[in-house]
């Protein structure tokens, strides 16, 4: 087992789901169409967030989607026999979309969607209007919800949508912010994660400290404070984003390598555990050949090796994660 191959399993996962959305997308706008008449004026468009966004998925990973729609006349209804108001008739299709992606099958569901990171959360509409999501990033956001949007990506939908997002997204992302104050809602919220999944297990890699939020909140934090003066390092790929921080001088080189090095390593294991275990990893019920490949998951001589790795990287990304943002 190659630790490269591993690796481009999250692209892999994501390119797999990106155009699963894409052709669902259609499919689900022509079914309502079919039924209800078209929009002429409408347009949707997904973004996908989280590790869909970022290219990171592993198998059992969540489809984090924001749906945006435009148009020049809201008011417009359909055209069909049963004709539907605009915004009845895009959240039909978004429904539809995640429909068609969360479907029973005999080997289990597709994926499961979550619709959590739209603005406003669960208590806002299903499909957000293009000026309502420009707004709520320029205006209403939260900071947590601006380091997710560090790794949204628009994923389906008409061109000119897709490129207005694009600049949206852009945009907030670039605008200049107060680097205390971000730091300390960074910390604050780093804290809140720690009380809520409170774990010293070295193998609950995600929350952890000094495991994958810690090392993703640097990333996501180093590029909101810094996106403004140096636009090159926004990149929805975590590692690829940390490459180009480090190009910019903005972390030492040898605390990049060893984030770098940290994120590959929580990668090639999750995407092992996610095929071979259900829930986390526990050493004392696992297999020695589940053990011998995850060392090779790991670049590891052994298990041992690499649990002693696993355990010394987090200890450093925690301490990463306190000279650079602060103490949770």
């Given amino acids: 087992a190659n630790p490269t191959n591993f690796q481009t399993a999250g692209t892999q996962f994501a390119d797999i789901a990106r155009r699963s959305i ?51 006349d809201f008011a417009e209804t359909s055209d069909g026999d049963k004709p539907l108001a605009g915004d ?14 969360t479907v029973p099958t005999q080997e289990g569901s597709l994926y499961n969607v979550d619709m959590r990171l739209r603005p406003s959360g669960n208590a806002g509409p299903l499909v957000t209007k293009m000026t309502s999501f420009t707004a709520y990033q320029q205006n209403d956001a939260w900071t947590w919800e601006h380091m997710a949007l560090t790794r949204a990506r628009v994923i389906a939908g008409p061109d ?51 495991g994958l939020v810690d090392i993703e909140f640097i990333c996501q934090y180093l590029q909101l404070i810094h996106g403004a003066a140096h636009p090159e390092i926004l990149n929805t790929h975590t590692r690829t984003a940390l490459a180009r921080i480090a190009a910019a001088n903005l972390l030492p080189p040898e605390t990049a390598d060893m984030l770098v090095r940290a994120i590959a390593l929580n990668h090639n294991l999750t995407q092992v555990i996610r095929v071979c275990v259900e829930g986390v990893f526990n050493p004392a019920e696992a297999s020695s050949g589940l053990k011998s490949l995850l060392a090779r998951a790991g ?17 450093k990304v925690l301490e990463a994660f306190e000279a650079i943002i602060g103490k949770a």
């Fill in 160 to 210: 000119d949508l897709k490129e207005r997002l694009d600049k949206a997204i852009q945009q907030t992302l670039t605008r200049p912010r107060d680097r205390a104050r971000i730091a300390a809602d960074v910390v604050e919220m780093r804290a809140r994660i720690a009380r809520e999944h409170a774990s010293t297990n070295a193998w609950e890699m995600k929350h952890v400290r000094g």
């Fill in 299 to 315: 670049d590891a001589p052994d298990f041992p090796a690499l649990e002693a790795e696993l355990v010394e990287n987090q200890r």
């Fill in 22 to 72: 894409s052709r669902l997308l259609s499919a689900a706008q022509r079914d309502i169409a079919a039924r209800h008449g078209s929009l002429e004026q409408a347009e949707m468009a997904v973004i996908g967030m989280g590790k869909l966004g970022s290219g990171e998925m592993s198998l059992q990973s969540d489809l984090d989607l924001v749906i945006v729609c435009d148009s020049s």
């Fill in 88 to 101: 009845v008739w895009m959240a039909r299709a978004a429904r539809r979309l995640i429909s068609g992606l």
